[in-house]
């Protein structure tokens, strides 16, 4: 089964000049927790605006629960919830006023789907009569989830429900929507952090309105092409430049306390080649080492291929 | 080592609420500093503090060699400021920015042509430069606003999470220009919300519920809670964060 | 049903939660009726005139003495001629001068027919209206006055007649006035920055993902505004009637009848203002710069309409506020029933009907 269907999606603004979505296909199945993952301006945002009945594609077509988004739109806003960009909430409105409003307009009551909430409203409880306006950033995020469903939606759409949101607080997110996925609700989500990528079952990587891959973050780690080092050395601003420099090298990425480089050539001896070639440069404390690829490596590979 | 930027208790209260309390810290020159903390940690009240936004409620601090409380004009004037938020107008273009913000710090007309070819040049953006800003990538614009921030030679910028959404390669190509300001000589005092950026500093600090709870190299953080990665640094200090904006 | 219900409720909560917006919601009728009444009347009081007196006779001293006791004049001299005037009027001191002619009481009791010239300064056009209508009410209280001793058709001829508002009391001009500028600025810009404001804070997109009719997320916003109105409406009638003594001659069923009417109109222009914006600067912007300042050019309160060019008049036909002017003037003022305005209000009302139409076409039920 099949909760969300793109074919060939394309979107473009102020009258064609801007490309916003080009040619965008893939599916979610019913019950899965899909990534979408991209930097802002990739086309996130119009991808969840044209799924939620808000915009209408240039091209293609798209249904959600086997409605289509132009036709039957008002049968997919009965069942599907929705948590935009910036987590939308009254913010001169209590807590609990968001959430009975919320319920009401979706013809519902809290208490009839407590138990879906509820997990995420003990946390939110002791601040029930504080106006979501003063409440904190994990906080806010959190109501919203609570406000997006209210209705048990069959689908629920979070874009960039992350994003501005510390470690800690994301970290507890993410939990929620593991939990929230073992009740059956279809997930899409769509994140700049690509660390959160694994974190979904499977993702599509986007970039500049197209998607460069879709699969699972397992899989798409394994397609990365060559083997990947991590290296690092007391200097790592010049430790930077000379691997750059470096005509053995492919690639050169810092990657926090490392730097990741591929070689032109897999063979194993480019190991010892690359630790002399640094010597020589006068690097000490060099360390080198073969790991695994992250999202974000292949993120980077596919942009620049 | 030159101290750059030098605080002792310095503390800011709104009220009843104590935002920042009691920091006490010192930044080197040609450090890339890390400040990083949950959100309402109090990071944005201690930056406006050292920017000479705000004035402090207690506690002495000083800036590349000037008084917060006696000097706050000459601390401008050697400060460069950038943030996600704010950066450059976007329906002037590339050329027309690079002038205004040169000229709000008094470069001469000759200074400002030179210093804007080259930047454009080092940019990549010959072609772009009389485009308007608001019609390019936010990469580009966030590298073109930190090249703008320190057109002025400042002794010390400070970034606000300057890297916020943009994509990984940018994201990389923007770090490059951070070492570059340094091996001029400027000192980078940055926030971020992504770890593996925070590995590129120098010297991180951790901010909670106020104070600074942790101020160290990343890989002696990471040492001192035996975790490989300063994603769990964070988790391990902030976590029992009592307070959030 | 319930459903609408929770929606109104919820905007009555935005609306008493903002404390600020809401002070000035209701201070704004109270300051504007007391800065009218008291601080910006163009009542005029102790206007400087002179007289020029060629007659020197009877008449023209009873005349004289009348506009000294008025407290509309301070009489400052005695002219002798008329190029004295012509220079004391340069100096810019006097508002006005009264030249009786030579022989003026003979030809008032034999000729029944006496000219009195009134010369007044007219860069100041409604200062120089006011003030000589002045004069000629007490010259024609003269003239009446003699006509009841002694039963002769005697004529002065400051042809200027004044009805309705003898006294030429400013309220009557400004409560109306009043009334439609802050109906307008309650029901056009609160209405659009309310509804524009849950664009930007993108609560707007969530409602459109809900199944909730969208037009009816529109409606029930103006409902709170309506009900402000109403009570501002009140609250300058009852100011009006008990600080400024300006009763209320006609119907005051019908009165809040118009208003209400007047009230939808304003409502539906701002429904269209946030239609076609996306930020509340530029509601905002529209609402004051579009609608407002209009308003207060073209409604008659401010400016005479009779003294503008025929372009402009023609522009006025278009501004709602000044049928309801009209139509408040004609109620309050001059107590006429419903007989008397219903053409005025038929523009209204078709004003509106055309407003709905086009916002109802040009709603839209999903973003951009």
């Known amino acids: 089964?099949?909760?969300?269907?793109?074919?060939?999606?394309?979107?473009?603004?102020?009258?064609?000049?801007v490309q916003a979505v080009s040619d965008v296909s893939f599916h979610v199945n019913k019950g899965e927790l899909f990534g979408l993952i991209g930097p802002d301006g990739a086309g996130k945002t119009s991808i969840f605006r044209i799924l939620t009945t808000l915009l209408l594609p240039d091209g293609g077509s798209a249904s959600v629960n086997g409605s289509d988004v132009v036709e039957d739109y008002m049968t997919i806003r009965k069942n599907v919830g929705y948590m935009p960009g910036k987590f939308s909430l009254y913010q001169d409105l209590t807590v609990q006023e968001n959430l009975n409003f919320f319920a009401t307009i979706f013809n519902t009551s809290v208490k009839e789907n407590y138990d879906l909430i509820k997990d995420i409203y003990i946390q939110l409880a002791p601040f029930k009569d504080r106006r979501a306006g003063k409440l904190s950033g994990g906080m806010k995020q959190k109501l919203a989830l609570?406000?997006?469903?209210?209705?048990?939606?069959?689908?629920?759409?979070?874009?960039?429900?992350?994003?501005?949101?510390?470690?800690?607080?994301?970290?507890?997110?993410?939990?929620?929507?593991?939990?929230?996925k073992q009740q059956g609700i279809t997930i899409l989500v769509s994140t700049p952090y690509m660390d959160e990528a694994t974190l979904c079952?499977?993702?599509?990587?986007?970039q500049n309105g197209s998607i460069?891959?879709?699969?699972?973050?397992?899989?798409?780690?394994?397609?990365?092409?060559?083997?990947?080092?991590?290296?690092?050395?007391?200097?790592?601003?010049?430790?930077?430049?000379?691997?750059?420099?470096?005509?053995?090298?492919?690639?050169?990425?810092?990657?926090?306390?490392y730097h990741h480089v591929t070689f032109h050539d897999d063979s194993p001896e480019m190991k010892e080649k690359l630790m002399r070639v640094l010597e020589e440069k006068k690097h000490t404390n060099i360390e080198l080492k073969p790991v695994t690829p992250t999202i974000e490596d292949c993120f980077i590979y596919l942009m620049e291929n | 080592m030159d101290t750059v930027i030098h605080t002792n208790k310095l503390t800011k209260r709104f009220g009843d609420f104590v935002a920042a309390n009691e920091i006490t810290f010192d930044v080197y020159r040609g450090e890339i500093f890390g400040f990083l903390g949950a959100n309402g940690a109090g990071k944005t009240t201690a930056m406006r503090m050292l920017c000479g936004l705000?004035?402090?409620?207690?506690?002495?601090?000083?800036?590349?060699?000037?008084?917060?409380?006696?000097?706050?004009?000459?601390?401008?004037?050697?400060?460069?400021?950038?943030?996600?938020?704010?950066?450059?107008?976007?329906?002037?273009?590339?050329?027309?920015?690079?002038?205004?913000?040169?000229?709000?710090?008094?470069?001469?007309?000759?200074?400002?042509?030179?210093?804007s070819e080259q930047l454009i040049e080092t940019l990549g953006m010959k072609s772009e430069g009389k485009k308007m800003v608001g019609s390019l990538p936010l990469g580009w614009k966030q590298k073109l606003s930190f090249s703008v921030a320190i057109l002025h030679e400042p002794k010390i910028v400070f970034l606000d999470e300057p890297t916020g959404g943009v994509d990984p390669v940018t994201r990389r190509q923007f770090w490059d220009l951070i070492y570059e300001a340094v091996d001029n000589g400027i000192t980078v005092f940055v926030t971020t919300h992504y770890m593996d950026e925070a590995e590129y500093c120098n010297r991180i600090s951790m901010m909670v519920d106020g104070e600074i709870k942790a101020l160290d190299t990343p890989a002696k953080l990471k040492q001192r809670y035996s975790v490989t990665s300063m994603d769990e640094v964070f988790y391990e200090l902030a976590r029992g964060a009592k307070r959030s904006e | 049903m319930n459903n609408i219900s929770t929606f109104i409720r919820k905007e009555f909560l935005?609306?008493?939660?903002?404390?600020?917006?809401?002070?000035?919601?209701?201070?704004?009728?109270?300051?504007?009726?007391?800065?009218?009444?008291?601080?910006?009347?163009?009542?005029?009081?102790?206007?400087?005139?002179?007289?020029?007196?060629?007659?020197?006779?009877?008449?023209?001293?009873?005349?004289?003495?009348?506009?000294?006791?008025?407290?509309?004049?301070?009489?400052?001299?005695?002219?002798?001629?008329?190029?004295?005037?012509?220079?004391?009027?340069?100096e810019g001191q006097i508002k006005m001068a009264v030249v009786f002619p030579a022989n003026f009481n003979n030809d008032l009791l034999h000729k029944n027919k006496a000219q009195v010239q009134l010369i007044t300064d007219a860069s100041d056009p409604n200062t120089a209206t006011t003030i000589s209508g002045y004069a000629s009410q007490i010259i024609m209280d003269y003239r009446n006055e003699l006509m009841l001793l002694q039963d002769l058709p005697y004529q002065i001829n400051t042809e200027m007649r004044m009805i309705y508002n003898p006294e030429l009391k400013a309220a009557v001009n400004f409560v109306p006035g009043v009334m439609s500028l802050i109906l307008l600025l309650v029901c056009v810009l609160m209405t659009s920055v309310a509804i524009v404001k849950e664009k930007e804070m993108g609560t707007m997109e969530v409602l459109l993902v809900s199944p909730f009719n969208p037009f009816l997320v529109i409606v029930s916003k103006a409902v709170p505004y309506l009900a402000v109105s109403l009570i501002n409406l009140t609250v300058i009638l009852l100011l009006?009637?008990?600080?400024?003594?300006?009763?209320?001659?006609?119907?005051?069923?019908?009165?809040?009848?118009?208003?209400?009417?007047?009230?939808?109109?304003?409502?539906?222009?701002?429904?269209?203002?946030?239609?076609?914006?996306?930020?509340?600067?530029?509601?905002?912007?529209i609402s004051l710069?579009?609608?407002?300042?209009?308003?207060?050019?073209?409604?008659?309160?401010?400016?005479?309409?009779?003294?503008?060019?025929?372009?402009?008049?023609?522009?006025?036909?278009?501004?709602?506020?000044?049928?309801?002017?009209?139509?408040?003037?004609s109620i309050m003022v001059k107590g006429l029933g419903f007989s008397a305005i219903w053409k005025e209000t038929l523009v209204l009302f078709g004003m509106t009907l055309l407003l709905l139409v086009v916002n109802i076409k040009k709603f839209k039920i999903r973003l951009t």
């Not at chain 2, 943030?83 to 710090?105: A, C, H, P």
Request: hydrophobic letters at 45%; a positive charge; charged letters at 20%.
């Open chain 3, 289 to 329: 710069m579009g609608m407002l300042v209009p308003s207060i050019l073209f409604t008659g309160f401010m400016f005479p309409l009779e003294n503008m060019p025929y372009p402009l008049q023609l522009v006025s036909h278009i501004i709602p506020a000044k049928w309801y002017y009209i139509i408040v003037k």
């Open chain 1, 146 to 180: 609570c406000c997006a469903l209210i209705h048990r939606p069959t689908v629920l759409f979070l874009d960039e429900p992350t994003t501005g949101v510390d470690v800690v607080s994301r970290k507890e997110f993410w939990e929620m929507l593991k939990r929230l």
């Open chain 1, 212 to 257: 460069m891959s879709i699969d699972t973050p397992k899989n798409i780690i394994a397609q990365f092409p060559n083997h990947l080092f991590a290296v690092r050395s007391d200097n790592m601003g010049n430790l930077l430049k000379d691997l750059r420099k470096a005509k053995i090298i492919k690639s050169c990425n810092a990657f926090g306390a």
């Open chain 1, 201 to 206: 079952e499977r993702i599509a990587l986007i």
């Open chain 3, 240 to 285: 009006s009637v008990f600080v400024l003594g300006m009763p209320i001659n006609g119907s005051v069923l019908l009165l809040y009848a118009v208003s209400t009417l007047f009230i939808i109109t304003a409502l539906s222009l701002g429904l269209l203002i946030s239609n076609s914006t996306a930020s509340q600067q530029a509601a905002m912007l």
């Open chain 2, 54 to 115: 705000s004035t402090p409620s207690s506690g002495t601090a000083t800036i590349a060699g000037f008084d917060i409380y006696k000097h706050a004009e000459e601390i401008k004037k050697n400060i460069g400021y950038m943030s996600q938020k704010f950066s450059l107008y976007e329906d002037l273009t590339v050329l027309e920015n690079i002038r205004f913000f040169g000229g709000i710090y008094g470069l001469s007309d000759r200074q400002l042509k030179e210093k």
């Open chain 3, 14 to 90: 935005h609306v008493f939660r903002d404390r600020k917006t809401l002070l000035m919601l209701f201070g704004l009728p109270i300051v504007q009726i007391i800065l009218f009444g008291f601080a910006l009347t163009n009542e005029i009081k102790n206007a400087k005139i002179v007289v020029c007196d060629y007659a020197k006779d009877a008449a023209s001293q009873q005349i004289i003495e009348k506009l000294k006791a008025s407290e509309q004049f301070e009489i400052q001299n005695t002219l002798l001629g008329h190029k004295q005037i012509e220079a004391t009027f340069k």
């Open chain 1, 1 to 17: 089964m099949k909760d969300v269907v793109l074919n060939n999606i394309s979107k473009t603004y102020d009258s064609g000049m």
